[in-house]
């Protein structure tokens, strides 16, 4: 069964504006990671966050993450072009063995120039 | 450094027909992971190795075997391929299969006709 489930499911906006795409889960977490892919190319790692952090940034990207709602977002600011791609959350559940990452059906996000 | 490198890029099966997808990583990574994913459907885990000597299966295994031949190369084979197994395949490792960020292939692309 689907653990992550993204929200929207296509987003398209403005190069230079902000992009905001949220996961939410079901159950108990390990961490939750975003990754992004390229058409026709293998996924990209983004970011990792820990069950017991709040917020992690990286360049121009932000997660947070709500244990209390089961839910992340992630925010890319001052979009570009290059960042058109579909991102994914992958969740790393308790009691699973933490042998599998469960992926999200994704977000396809179109940068407009 | 290449990271993951799998093959064949493309193949075109006859239902029925045999085949083996070949991973290899460079990373010195325990854990692999054969992934398939399908329109609308985000990754599902095929198969999966903790560590070099064991594989497991993850949410989808069935008409698939996996061989982990040593830490560095992890194959996938079909043996008796149906059109319900076209789909992209990618091959991942990660350090270890907790907590960790997972590094994937370029993608398979296998068509049952």
């Known amino acids: 069964s689907q653990q992550g489930e993204e929200d929207p499911q296509a987003l398209s906006i403005q190069e230079g504006e902000n992009a905001t795409m949220n996961c939410s889960y079901k159950?108990?977490?390990?961490?939750l990671q975003w990754y992004r892919q390229n058409s026709g190319r293998g996924l990209v790692h983004l970011i990792l966050?820990?069950?017991?952090?709040r917020e992690k940034h990286s360049g121009r990207l932000r997660v947070t993450l709500d244990t209390s709602k089961k839910s992340s977002s992630l925010l890319i600011t001052a979009s570009r072009a290059a960042d058109t791609a579909s991102y994914f959350c992958?969740?790393?559940?308790?009691?699973?063995?933490?042998?599998?990452?469960?992926f999200g059906q994704g977000t396809r996000l179109t940068i407009n120039p | 450094n290449a990271g993951v490198t799998q093959t064949p890029k493309f193949q075109v099966l006859k239902t029925g027909q045999s085949m083996t997808l070949q991973c290899a990583q460079d990373?010195?990574?325990?854990?692999m992971y054969w992934y398939r994913q399908d329109p609308g459907m985000g990754l599902r885990l095929i198969y999966y190795?903790?560590?070099?000597?064991?594989?497991d299966k993850g949410e989808v295994p069935n008409g698939y075997n996996v061989s982990r031949l040593n830490k560095r190369e992890f194959s996938l084979r079909l043996e008796s391929a149906a059109p319900s197994q076209t789909s992209v395949y990618f091959c991942?490792?990660?350090?270890?299969?907790?907590?960790?960020?997972?590094?994937f292939g370029e993608g398979s692309w296998l068509t049952v006709v």
């Open positions: 991942a490792s990660s350090f270890r299969v907790s907590g960790n960020t997972i590094y």
């Open positions: 159950t108990s977490i390990n961490n």
């Open positions: 966050i820990r069950s017991n952090e």
């Open positions: 992958a969740t790393e559940g308790l009691r699973q063995g933490a042998q599998k990452l469960v």
């Open positions: 990373m010195n990574h325990n854990s």
């Open positions: 190795s903790a560590s070099e000597g064991t594989t």
